[in-house]
């Protein structure tokens, strides 16, 4: 448990101007105050004093000076409360047992002609238990609210460590997927380039065909390798599988109904084969999209629409029923896969927008889709 914070000076000058006034108020309804009761009040400010840093044994010195004068019960009463508030229960108990016992003894030395033992007893009894309970309840709703505010930064410092992973996690399959491509573009440049090597007295347009595929072949390997590096600002390994193509999407579409998912599609692709980068960043957005879908609102209609041309961008859309209200709390998952997913969207340079409203969940995705 979180140690209580320090006493800040307001806390001080409330503290004491309270038990100070108090104090005043005790000594002027004295008929006759005489030097041991101003002494007291002096006293009690002292104690008023120790009991912001030291409440238990502030309260203890005013308790001992309430046997000899009235004119420290407000010191004392503080004092316990001030226990009960900051201090374990317990020894705020033994605090208030001493408070009562010095009043009664008080009772003794300057007994109230208004009042009986017995009911001066029962007045004491009470208003030191209605302290310790307030003081009590007060340091239980304290402690339960550092204990909170602690779970809550726990909470929040692991959530964002899982984000984090999350998105290491994903740059690092995406490294993995780039390095496929980039292996192929440039063994296709070795390939050529050692025909060039190898075959000098080749046909000038077949010196011309290789050359245009090694100048190709670079050109795209510079561009995955840019890219690479503009997703890696690190030393890790970069990487990628090859094309995706319309026929996986309906592939992956397929997979769903198959699973039981109604999938209702509208595919308006220019190409058949898109950029392989383009290609894998929509694969994922699509797989994500029908997973979730199959998670959260199974055997129930999905619908997917998929469009784009290049030199503009690929626009993909799938909507699904939210599920019932009772059906929330038992639905696995971690609930990290649309952060992973946000990150290779952006890292592509598009947007991934997912909102809910009207009972259906929304997936959005606008890819950019160069020339």
Known sequence: MTEPRRPRPADVTALVGVVAV????????????????????????????????????????????????????PAATVGALQSAWRGRFRTAALVAVAGIAAHLLQWIRHPNPALGFGWWTL?????????????????ARRRLLISLHERAERAEAEQGRRVAEARAAERRALARDMHDVLANRLSLVATHAGALEFR???????????????????????????????LLREDDETAAGGPVTAADFARLIDESRAAGQPVDVSIDLAVAVLPPALGR???????????????HAAGRPVELALSGEPGAELAIDLTNPLPAQDDTATVPGSGLGLVGLTERVRLAGG???HVRGDGRFRLRARLPWPT
């Open 281 to 295: 960043t929509a694969y994922r957005v699509l797989q994500e999209g029908l997973t979730n879908a199959r998670k």
């Open 123 to 139: 007045l004491v009894v009470v208003s030191y238990g209605a302290l310790l309970g307030w003081g009590a309840l007060a340091n």
């Open 351 to 353: 947007r991934l927008d």
């Open 22 to 73: 108090l104090t005043a108020l005790s000594l002027w309804g004295r008929t006759d105050p005489g030097p041991l009761d101003f002494a007291v009040a002096a006293l009690c400010l002292g104690a008023a004093f120790v009991q912001v840093w030291r409440p238990v044994a502030g309260a203890l010195g005013a308790t001992v000076l309430a046997v000899l004068s009235p004119v420290a019960t």
């Open 200 to 230: 000098p007295d080749a046909p000038p347009e077949k010196v011309a065909m290789a050359a245009g595929v090694v100048r190709a072949g670079v050109h795209q390997a510079l561009e995955e390798l840019r890219q690479v590096i503009g």
